[in-house]
């Protein structure tokens, strides 16, 4: 490891190191499976699956070392319809988890920052905006259950 490395590293640890990225990304999934809407997204995905793919993300993206191995996350979203809306909602849970993991104005600030920057590539505007990842996939698009149509 170089210094340069070696000082993300510590910094990293300082934010809570990837202890406080487990607690954050069980918190956050645990709201997000319970949510009405969001967690009809996340019907076939193992809840552990997805945490470990979280925690091992932002480890990597928060300087931790390079441990994620799994899609990035624009071809791993281009099946699913995000709305702003959506979108938001993800972000309000996050913060919920963040106040009760006690996570520190440091990591909330990088960790939002790095969620923002994805947040034009993952909305889509209209459904034909999504793409299939294979022949038979299914688009991954649900409406608010808890919102009443005229
Ligand atoms: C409302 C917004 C979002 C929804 C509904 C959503 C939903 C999902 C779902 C259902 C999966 C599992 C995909 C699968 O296993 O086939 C997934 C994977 C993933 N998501 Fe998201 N996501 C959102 C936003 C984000 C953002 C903002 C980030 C990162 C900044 C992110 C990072 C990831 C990563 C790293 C994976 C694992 C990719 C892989 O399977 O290799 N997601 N997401």
Redesign the pocket.
Known sequence: MDEKEKKRKEEFEKLGGRGMLIKVSKLFYDK?YEHPW?GL??Q??PQD??EA??V???TS?LGGGSV??????V???K??F??EE??????DLLQEAFVEAKASKELIEKWNK??????AR??KKNLGDCEK?FFTDEI?YHKDPTKKVA
């Not at 790095?114 to 947040?119: C, K, L, M, N, P």
């Open positions: 997000v969001i997204y996340f076939e995905v699956r997805i793919q979280q091992d993300f932002m993206t994620y191995m799994g899609r990035l996350p071809p791993a979203h099946h699913m995000i709305s959506l979108f938001d909602l993800r972000q790095i969620d923002e920057a994805f947040r993952l909305v990842r991954n």
